[in-house]
């Protein structure tokens, strides 16, 4: 699959086995780092566009010679939501021959949702995820293979830093006002959880919990998916004071923060502890698994049963839509309104 986000442009290869964990074989990334290239209404400037087609172009080329049957090539939120989406998409057809599709709001959390589910197993009983991207914050609850609630918010670290977080460091009138819109747009969400019963576990996906959940001292990626890996609110907050004290440069240099998203950080920690607070968590795990991975979950899911799509519109009838296994050529798919009002529901996988 070739996952294209506001960061890096990723071509993922996987072994891909009915029955079996999809398994990375390897991996290709080139950078994107759209973060300064995104005006205040997210358009993606000329700059930015050229730098996104030529990562896609050369991930492709660096990918051409693993023996791949097909793959999946996608944009996330930062492309997806600029108003000049298409400009951007149209540059990367012409430079790498392939157009991407995009998925909504809703979809990304619900195959997130897919992935995180199939980690931990029927016996983690109700779940409660919260994903943390560059353009927006997905929040799903559910018990089954399908969810109760999935929302898709605006929340995401990259945007708000542009929205809210001009200084560097950012001043506390900066930070202050930030905290609230989070607080805002939680309680969108809020009070339709607390219809549920309480979830037995809140899980956490994404590289923000994942850097947040290293600079408070989790083991490293290298050790393994394996390894458990958890993150309190009181550790969070925390990094918050201190990050927020930090200019971007410095804050790369702290264990588990990336140059590229050293700037954005604070942001997804605010967020993060704003979560938490509201939703009235005290401590998450963090998953190994997330979109890529609820991706490649969909694909073997439409492998065994052809007769069933691999990305659909959510909650509607299927009429043929795209399917998941695209090669170069295919057209973007359709989009659909995400919503953080009313639950999302559909029909069984």
């Known amino acids: 699959m070739l996952d294209i986000g506001s960061n890096c442009a990723q071509f993922l290869v996987v072994d891909v086995t009915p029955g079996a964990p999809p398994l990375p074989l390897h991996a290709v990334k080139e950078p994107v780092l759209l973060g300064d290239d995104l005006d205040a209404e997210g358009r993606v400037s000329a700059a930015g566009i050229e730098r996104v087609a030529s990562a896609v172009y050369r991930a492709l080329c660096a990918a051409g010679h693993f023996e791949v049957d097909n793959f999946y090539a996608f944009v996330t939120a930062a492309i997806r939501d600029a108003p000049n989406r298409d400009d951007v998409l149209d540059r990367i057809e012409a430079a790498a021959g392939i157009r991407p599709q995009f998925l909504t709001g809703v979809e990304e959390a619900r195959l997130t949702y897919l992935a995180v589910r199939h980690w931990y197993g029927w016996r983690a009983g109700t779940l409660l995820l919260l994903d943390i991207g560059g353009g927006s914050m997905e929040i799903v609850l559910g018990r089954d293979i399908e969810p109760l609630f999935a929302a898709s918010l605006p929340l995401g670290a990259g945007r708000l830093t542009r929205e809210f977080l001009a200084g560097d460091p950012p001043s506390k009138q900066e930070r202050r006002a930030l905290r609230r819109h989070v607080r805002e747009g939680i309680a969108q969400v809020r009070d339709r959880l607390h219809w549920e019963d309480p979830p037995r576990r809140v899980v956490g996906s994404s590289k923000t919990f994942k850097q947040l ?20 609110r009181a550790d969070i907050t925390a990094e918050v004071d201190l990050l927020a004290g930090l200019r971007a ?33 005290t401590a998450l795990e963090v998953s190994p698994w997330a979109l890529r991975e609820g991706v490649v979950l969909r694909f073997l899911a439409a492998a065994v049963d052809r007769d069933k799509p691999a990305l659909r519109r959510w909650g509607t009838p299927a009429p043929d839509p795209p399917s998941l296994s695209l090669l170069p050529g295919s057209t ?16 069984g996988v």
């Open 249 to 281: 440069a410095e804050r790369a240099r702290l264990r588990g923060v990336s140059v590229p998203r050293a700037r954005q950080i604070l942001a997804g920690a605010i967020v993060a502890e704003t979560a938490l607070t509201q939703l009235g968590v």
């Open 213 to 232: 959940a290293r600079l408070a001292g989790a083991p490293p990626q290298r050790k393994g998916p394996f390894v458990t890996r958890s993150l309190t």
């Open 332 to 347: 973007e798919g359709d989009e659909v309104p995400t919503t953080a009002q009313a639950p999302i529901t559909s029909s």
